[in-house]
């Protein structure tokens, strides 16, 4: 679990800082006799109801993870297959930051094997769809492009910030997601490609899909149909 509770601590933290910043002191009946008043209350409340609901986010996921490496632990006595027959103790495990984090976004650390949006740091480079294969420090990862090229057959290697990435979520915290509001500006990834456009939310299917229209769509009034796990939030 190395790093990962610095992670953890570092998220409900920055909430925490939030709400300092964003203090209900001034909150009182007395100051909400005008109707200007009475909506800068219930913004102030809604605030601070969005990073209570980040912080439970965090922790829901953190007792998974824990609960799912305690079960791995105990069925294995803390040792792995190695391939050869011999077993070896489990190495642990190094967590990184996301810092594109909203209500729509996953809380969760970055892990080894995490599915993110990665756009190298060239001009006019797109977003496209890579797995974390190295956690280097908490902001520094090393991530590969599954798909092959000439050059780079088992495909391609990149260092990138935390900046430079965007956590997908997992099949698990799709369910502590909310769905995004129509009109919102959204990252999401074109069918049968791997690589994300900036597209616009018109509606959502009882499955959770989102209903999108894509910026620069050639044909009028298009809307193409993507499953939430691959709609991000636009990055800024």
């Given at each position: ?72 632990s105990r069925a294995s006595g803390g040792y792995a297959d190695d391939g050869s027959g011999a077993r070896t103790k489990l190495k ?37 769809q890579c797995e974390v294969t190295k956690v280097l420090t908490d902001t520094k990862f090393e991530v590969k492009d599954p798909e ?42 074109y069918p049968e490609t791997t690589t994300f456009y900036p597209a616009e939310v018109i509606g959502f299917k009882k499955d959770g ?28």
């Amino acid at each position: 679990m190395e790093g990962y509770w610095d992670v953890v601590v570092s998220s409900i933290q920055d909430t925490c800082n939030s709400n300092e910043i964003t203090s209900l002191d001034p909150l009182t009946l007395a100051s909400a006799d005008t109707p200007e008043a009475r909506q800068a209350n219930k913004d102030l409340v809604l605030k601070h109801k969005d990073n209570l609901e980040k912080t439970k986010r965090i922790m829901d996921t953190a007792l998974i993870n824990v609960n799912g490496l305690l079960s791995q632990s105990r069925a294995s006595g803390g040792y792995a297959d190695d391939g050869s027959g011999a077993r070896t103790k489990l190495k642990s495990q190094k967590y990184g930051k996301s810092y594109y984090q909203s209500t729509f976004n996953p809380s969760e650390p970055v892990v080894v094997g995490s599915e993110v949006a990665f756009r190298p740091k060239q001009k006019g480079a797109e977003w496209f769809q890579c797995e974390v294969t190295k956690v280097l420090t908490d902001t520094k990862f090393e991530v590969k492009d599954p798909e092959p090229d000439e050059a780079n057959p088992n495909g391609q290697v990149f260092k990138c910030t935390w900046k430079e990435i965007i956590l997908m979520p997992t099949n698990e915290s799709l369910a502590t997601l909310k769905n995004y509001p129509v009109g919102f500006r959204v990252l999401a990834r074109y069918p049968e490609t791997t690589t994300f456009y900036p597209a616009e939310v018109i509606g959502f299917k009882k499955d959770g899909t989102c209903r999108l229209k894509f910026e620069g769509e050639e044909e009028v009034g298009k809307e193409t149909e993507v499953h939430r796990k691959l709609v991000l939030p636009f990055p800024g």
